[in-house]
């Protein structure tokens, strides 16, 4: 295969059009190629512009060219011979990685996932949108596949990494279209994750790892030095060489239970703020490049004396109830692979300093019973974002997607006078961007679980600073926030583990 960049086709071209795009560089006929990235150029008339691997006749008479001979990284770990253990605590995409890698190695791999397993997860969360009853113990933020699965499994981060080809290809593997290979914005959506998610899951167990379901961690064993050589749970306590610790940001126990056994953890900055929601149709017809599928998408930002931000946007997704602990209310965004609810919503979250709080997690716990508190049920907050900028309440310019209706709650009693002041600034300034946003929009929430309040810190071999053989990781230990991030670090750990700490 060769490497072609810089192929441009038109936006409305298909795959016929790249074909003879290639052929044409090329000046040849090809029996096939494979697309490794796609980008829309926008500045004049818009292009989309690929990079692909094309298989060719007489492949070396390209090289001598010029033309780049495409050599594929090999990224799967070499086997080991181990008789070693390694415990993971917390099936999300950290947990999933470093359990799916350490196993490829050759290493023995037990889970423990506090959560239960997929079909049965998705009929606790539907159970819980259509009746308001919540199980604490499998929900939105609890069990297979961690927080993403109920998500718009958007698969985008800013992080450069060669790993990043390696998660896509593992997703490719168990059901993944190619597409998210090469899309700007690929996601996969919340029905089409459960199914991948479940097949490396099942592919797993017949490979002999060890799946222990519905068994949270509740303690760890420690050596006369501190050092993590197992766990307890409520059915028995198990040895293990290494210590994974994936546990994400919504386990309050777990938090206090490694606090109470002296793991070192600090507290950290983080954002609140809540969902606003559009019509689908008035967020497509306001990009600028509207000509553009990727148009039904935005990213604000607005810097003031603090960042005010939208995050974990969901074209054509619906806004959820994402809580894990009854009488509390934490609103997030979801969509299918189809993205069409016909409503867009975003998380807008402003920053909030760690010298603003004195324990994030009891901090974000009282602003959600704050909010189950004033709605007396699982029912989200909500204003128009016009009423917010003026302090008022009318009722809404439209019904939220949330499936658990909503009660009418002016937001300028949520935030202090301060960051009251950024927020609508930020709106103004959002408002200039897209204009009409403050307007046709709507306001749904609190969002409180953005990314974790605490760091538990590791040293430079990825174990924790004071507990060795226990590695923190992912978004729960604030060494990541989101899928593919945390998905990242679950392979990093993995390394350290595997390559005895020394390149990582
Ligand atoms: C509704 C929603 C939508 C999202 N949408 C996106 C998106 O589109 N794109 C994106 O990139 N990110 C998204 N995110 C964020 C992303 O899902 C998280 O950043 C990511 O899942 C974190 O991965 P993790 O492995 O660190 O932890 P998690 O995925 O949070 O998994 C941690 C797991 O540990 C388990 N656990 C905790 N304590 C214990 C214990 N004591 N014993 C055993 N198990 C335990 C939990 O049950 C949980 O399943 C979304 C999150 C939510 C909630």
Redesign the pocket.
Same mark, same amino acid.
């Given at each position: 295969m060769i490497l072609l960049n810089d192929i441009k086709v038109p936006i409305d071209g298909d795959q016929e059009d790249l074909k003879r795009a290639i052929e044409k560089k090329l000046k040849a006929s090809i029996r096939s190629y494979m697309i490794r990235k796609k980008s829309l150029d926008a500045r004049k008339d818009p292009l989309y512009v690929y990079s692909v691997l094309v298989d060719v006749k007489d492949e070396e008479k390209y090289i001598r060219k010029g033309y780049q001979k495409y050599i594929p990284e090999q990224l799967e770990p070499d086997r080991i011979d181990t008789d070693e253990t390694c415990i993971i605590?917390?099936?999300?995409?950290?947990?999933?990685?470093s359990a799916y890698r350490l196993h490829s190695a050759g290493y023995k791999v037990i889970v423990?996932?506090?959560?239960k397993r997929i079909e049965e997860r998705v009929r606790d969360v539907e159970t819980f949108f259509q009746t308001g009853i919540l199980d604490p113990?499998s929900n939105?933020?609890?069990?297979?596949?961690?927080? !993403?699965?109920?998500?718009? #499994?958007?698969? $985008?981060?800013r992080i450069k990494d060669r790993y990043i080809d390696y998660i896509l290809d593992l997703f490719i593997r168990f059901g993944a279209s190619e597409r998210i290979r090469y899309e700007n914005h690929a996601?996969i959506g919340?029905d089409e994750i459960r199914k991948i998610i479940g097949s490396i899951t099942d592919h797993l167990i017949a490979e002999g790892v060890s799946f222990?379901f519905g068994?949270?961690?509740?303690g760890l064993i420690l050596n006369e030095m501190h050092e993590a050589i197992g766990?307890t749970?409520k059915q028995g306590s198990y040895d293990a060489d290494h210590i994974l610790l !994936?546990?994400?940001?919504? #386990?309050q126990? $777990?938090y206090e239970?490694l606090k109470k056994q002296g793991v070192f953890m600090e507290k950290k900055d983080i954002a609140i703020g809540f969902r606003v929601e559009h019509p689908q149709s008035f967020i497509d017809a306001r990009q600028t490049d509207a000509l553009v599928k990727e148009a039904n998408e935005y990213f604000l930002r607005y810097k003031g004396e603090k960042g005010v931000y939208s995050f974990?946007m969901?074209p054509g997704g619906i806004v959820?109830p994402?809580m894990?602990d009854r009488n509390s209310i934490v609103t997030?965004?979801?969509?299918y692979a189809a993205r069409d609810s016909g409503y867009a919503n975003s998380a807008i979250l402003i920053q909030v300093f760690k010298e603003e709080f004195e324990d994030g997690l009891a901090y974000l716990r009282s602003l959600e019973k704050e909010a189950y508190d004033y709605s007396r049920s699982y029912q989200a907050l909500a204003q128009n974002i016009g009423d917010f900028m003026n302090g008022e309440l009318h009722p809404l310019v439209f019904e939220s997607t949330y499936p658990l209706g909503t009660v009418l709650y002016d937001f300028n009693r949520f935030f202090n006078e301060k960051d009251l002041t950024i927020l609508k600034e930020a709106f103004r300034d959002f408002d200039r961007k897209i204009p009409g946003f403050i307007d046709k929009g709507i306001i749904v929430g609190p969002e409180t679980?953005?990314?974790s309040p605490i760091r538990i810190n590791r040293d430079q071999t990825c174990q924790s600073v004071n507990t060795k053989r226990l590695y923190p990781?992912?978004?729960?230990?604030g060494?990541?926030?989101?899928?593919?991030?945390?998905?990242l670090?679950?392979i990093r750990i993995a390394n350290a583990i595997l390559w005895k700490h020394e390149q990582i």
């Amino acid at each position: 295969m060769i490497l072609l960049n810089d192929i441009k086709v038109p936006i409305d071209g298909d795959q016929e059009d790249l074909k003879r795009a290639i052929e044409k560089k090329l000046k040849a006929s090809i029996r096939s190629y494979m697309i490794r990235k796609k980008s829309l150029d926008a500045r004049k008339d818009p292009l989309y512009v690929y990079s692909v691997l094309v298989d060719v006749k007489d492949e070396e008479k390209y090289i001598r060219k010029g033309y780049q001979k495409y050599i594929p990284e090999q990224l799967e770990p070499d086997r080991i011979d181990t008789d070693e253990t390694c415990i993971i605590i917390g099936y999300g995409p950290s947990g999933l990685f470093s359990a799916y890698r350490l196993h490829s190695a050759g290493y023995k791999v037990i889970v423990f996932e506090k959560g239960k397993r997929i079909e049965e997860r998705v009929r606790d969360v539907e159970t819980f949108f259509q009746t308001g009853i919540l199980d604490p113990e499998s929900n939105v933020q609890f069990g297979e596949g961690g927080a !993403g699965t109920f998500s718009d #499994a958007k698969l $985008t981060t800013r992080i450069k990494d060669r790993y990043i080809d390696y998660i896509l290809d593992l997703f490719i593997r168990f059901g993944a279209s190619e597409r998210i290979r090469y899309e700007n914005h690929a996601h996969i959506g919340t029905d089409e994750i459960r199914k991948i998610i479940g097949s490396i899951t099942d592919h797993l167990i017949a490979e002999g790892v060890s799946f222990h379901f519905g068994e949270p961690v509740t303690g760890l064993i420690l050596n006369e030095m501190h050092e993590a050589i197992g766990v307890t749970t409520k059915q028995g306590s198990y040895d293990a060489d290494h210590i994974l610790l !994936g546990i994400g940001h919504s #386990a309050q126990e $777990t938090y206090e239970m490694l606090k109470k056994q002296g793991v070192f953890m600090e507290k950290k900055d983080i954002a609140i703020g809540f969902r606003v929601e559009h019509p689908q149709s008035f967020i497509d017809a306001r990009q600028t490049d509207a000509l553009v599928k990727e148009a039904n998408e935005y990213f604000l930002r607005y810097k003031g004396e603090k960042g005010v931000y939208s995050f974990c946007m969901c074209p054509g997704g619906i806004v959820i109830p994402a809580m894990s602990d009854r009488n509390s209310i934490v609103t997030n965004g979801m969509s299918y692979a189809a993205r069409d609810s016909g409503y867009a919503n975003s998380a807008i979250l402003i920053q909030v300093f760690k010298e603003e709080f004195e324990d994030g997690l009891a901090y974000l716990r009282s602003l959600e019973k704050e909010a189950y508190d004033y709605s007396r049920s699982y029912q989200a907050l909500a204003q128009n974002i016009g009423d917010f900028m003026n302090g008022e309440l009318h009722p809404l310019v439209f019904e939220s997607t949330y499936p658990l209706g909503t009660v009418l709650y002016d937001f300028n009693r949520f935030f202090n006078e301060k960051d009251l002041t950024i927020l609508k600034e930020a709106f103004r300034d959002f408002d200039r961007k897209i204009p009409g946003f403050i307007d046709k929009g709507i306001i749904v929430g609190p969002e409180t679980r953005s990314s974790s309040p605490i760091r538990i810190n590791r040293d430079q071999t990825c174990q924790s600073v004071n507990t060795k053989r226990l590695y923190p990781m992912g978004e729960g230990a604030g060494y990541g926030g989101g899928i593919m991030s945390c998905a990242l670090d679950g392979i990093r750990i993995a390394n350290a583990i595997l390559w005895k700490h020394e390149q990582i």
